[in-house]
């Protein structure tokens, strides 16, 4: 059964103590939750294997559980205030990784055996993709990591719209500033070739005057 309904928006959880060695968080990316398989999800391949045996299928199944626990152990899960990371792999290790911003829908889904021992799944889906993009499979109180997802992705797009808006009104500012500072070097311009103009009125004023002075005192020759 698959719940399809939106999650409702949770407080965003307080970091983890410590992240998993493996994960390289960017500059001020801190880890909100960390969680793996339950490994009692098992339970269930364990009781068809049983059941089966008659049929002798029964033991290709129940040969199967050395290897579903080996990956139940070597799989993590981690949730980031960015991002989401998947590691995975026994012999080689996968990461997969999808942002906060990416995230377009997210589908939670329980089991019969989910039910009985409270862990589910978690279906990520992102803009573009056919389908999952990434997975948390089978961990405990699943519905509630859900809601962690969706408040953390909530606020990470609140976050970037303030930050969009902000450069919108500094971007229609930055025109206004650059007007005004061209205004007042042209008025400096202007002043500037005010006081050169009557400087050089002055200079041209000066000698005149003196050269008038010396014409009127100068006596007539005899």
Known sequence: ?????????????????????????????????????????IVGTAVWGVLLTVVLVGFLILLTLPFSW?????????????ALYVKKGVVSTNIESVGLDKIQNTEYSQSFWGKQFD?????????????AEISLQNIADARHVREII?????????????????????????PAVSTRNQMDELIDEVRATRQAMERIEQHLETPGSASDGASADEEPPN
């Open 70 to 82: 080996l990956s139940i152990e070597n799989t993590d899960y981690v949730v980031t205030d960015e």
């Open 1 to 41: 059964m698959t719940d399809t309904t939106s999650a409702t928006d949770s407080d965003v959880p307080q970091a983890v103590d410590e992240a998993p060695e493996w994960l390289s968080p960017d500059d001020g990316e801190t880890p909100q939750w960390v969680g793996e398989p339950v490994p009692v999800s």
């Open 119 to 131: 862990f589910g799944s978690i279906d990520i889906s992102t803009a573009g993709s056919s389908g």
């Open 150 to 174: 969706s408040s953390l992705s909530n606020e990470y797009t609140s976050r970037s719209r303030r930050s969009g808006a902000d450069g919108a009104e500094s971007a229609t500012a930055s």
